[in-house]
């Protein structure tokens, strides 16, 4: 079934973002619900795209596993649906996990390998993203000489994130705390992007997200490479010059911009055509992705 929206009465309900729903279990741990809402430049759409909660969840376990000798996360091995009454676990199967209750840090951790979207547009004015320089002589969805980091800072519910340089990613984590996301970001990114091309797909950005637990030790959290957090292009159709397929929302944004859609709420309805073909990309790059 399609979700929306959850409606859990067994736990208290902490917030809804822009598609989870975030629930208390206890003191120290939390459900996150991935409904099926879809938000596109930072506006959230009023139909759901059928399954995408669950592809974002298990396309997220997949990559927590993959990369749990890396860095510590954020999972507990709690099934979600021992923590909700029994009326409710249709609402949480297959799309939920419970996770430790973490300090998100305030900066997004955006890693870069192709030149596109926003950075494709600063590149332009500047030969440069996010204060890191890059050559001269880029195109459009260019591969980059190498993975560069340009962090963005989180923005409240309807308002836009904003691209930050390093030395205000320091000013606001502290130095080393900042160096040591950076180069966690990186090496996760530059491994899942070498692991994605033997299954046929360019990951040409992603954003990851980090928190701390008391001991102040860094954990990966909230969502990893999914579609709704990354750029994924097939390989048998990119071109260098020339914006290409995705199996991500950029689909959605083509269609938006197609109607002349504002960027601000509030959003259309998407014809069930749209919503379809968005479902099958996003389901797609699980298949190809996870196996």
Request: aromatic fraction near 8%.
């Amino acid at each position: 079934m399609d979700l929306y929206q959850s409606s859990l009465t067994s736990l208290p309900l902490l917030a809804r973002g822009k598609v989870r729903d975030i629930y208390a279990v206890g003191d120290d741990r939390l459900l996150l619900v991935a409904s099926d809402r879809l938000s596109a430049y930072d506006v959230i759409l009023p139909t759901p795209i059928p399954e995408k909660g669950r592809v974002l969840t298990q396309l997220s376990l997949f990559w927590f596993r993959r990369f749990a000798q890396l860095v510590p996360n954020q999972l507990t091995g709690v099934d979600p649906e021992s923590v909700v009454a029994a009326h409710e676990r249709d609402q949480v199967r297959g799309r939920s996990v419970v996770v430790k209750r973490l300090k998100p840090l305030p900066v997004e951790a955006v890693v870069r390998g192709y030149l596109e979207g926003s950075g494709w547009k600063e590149y332009q004015e500047s030969r440069s993203v996010c204060g890191v320089p890059l050559p001269a002589g880029l195109n459009r969805a260019s591969k980059l000489p190498h993975a560069i980091f340009t962090p963005a800072t989180k923005a409240e519910a309807g308002e836009h994130d904003e691209n930050i340089d390093f030395a205000r990613t320091c000013a606001i984590l502290g130095e080393a705390r900042a160096q040591e996301v950076r180069d966690m970001a990186i090496r996760l990114y530059t491994e899942a992007a070498d692991y994605a091309l033997t299954r046929g797909i360019i990951i040409a950005d992603t954003k990851f997200e980090f928190g701390v637990d008391d001991k102040g030790t860094l954990h990966l959290i909230d969502e990893v490479l999914t579609p709704d957090s990354s750029r994924f292009w097939p390989m048998d159709t990119y071109r260098v010059g020339q914006s290409p397929e995705s199996f991500d929302k950029q689909y959605v944004r083509n269609w938006l911009d197609s109607i002349g859609f504002a960027r601000k709420p509030p959003a259309p309805p998407v014809p069930a055509e749209i919503a379809q073909r968005t479902s099958e990309k996003y389901q797609e790059a699980f298949r190809r992705l996870a196996g």
